[in-house]
């Protein structure tokens, strides 16, 4: 059984806990330790930092369909605004993607106000 458990955590932590945010050229990369994913910012139509109390009160409810715990939570959400994809270590310090043709973006980066002005930098493709 501890074998079992300890695989699940180990798979858990390698392919659905990402490990960093990064924006490159016209993308937000998402890392984790044996995969990445690119979203490209021309998708991005919004984004927003906020804290957890306005997280909340945005979406009114929220069920996780993922997993959370000591080292934050990843997966989805599903809430009274429609399903949330999320990637987060804390409950301060949040950034919500609005994406055109897919579900909302929820992340924590390290530094949340830099992260979203990078977002809207000077690239054409950004909001």
């Known amino acids: 059984m501890a074998v079992l458990l300890g695989g699940i955590y180990a798979v858990v932590w390698l392919f659905w806990r ?3 945010f990064e924006l490159e050229g016209d993308a937000l990369k998402i890392v984790w330790p044996l995969r990445s994913w690119r979203l490209p910012l021309r998708i991005v139509d919004e984004i927003e930092v906020m804290d957890a109390k306005t997280f909340r009160s945005r979406v009114r409810w929220a069920v996780r369909v993922g997993a959370g715990g000591l080292w934050g939570g990843f997966g989805w959400l599903a809430t009274g ?3 949330v994809r999320f ?3 804390r409950s301060d310090g949040l950034v919500l993607l ?5 579900a909302p973006l929820l992340i924590s980066p390290e530094d949340p106000e830099g992260f979203a002005a990078a977002v809207r930098g000077p ?3 950004r909001p």
Not at 98 to 102: I, M, V
């Open 87 to 89: 990637y987060v270590s």
């Open 81 to 83: 605004a429609g399903w």
């Open 123 to 125: 690239s054409p493709h």
């Open 18 to 20: 990402p490990t960093r």
């Open 98 to 102: 609005t994406l055109a043709g897919q």
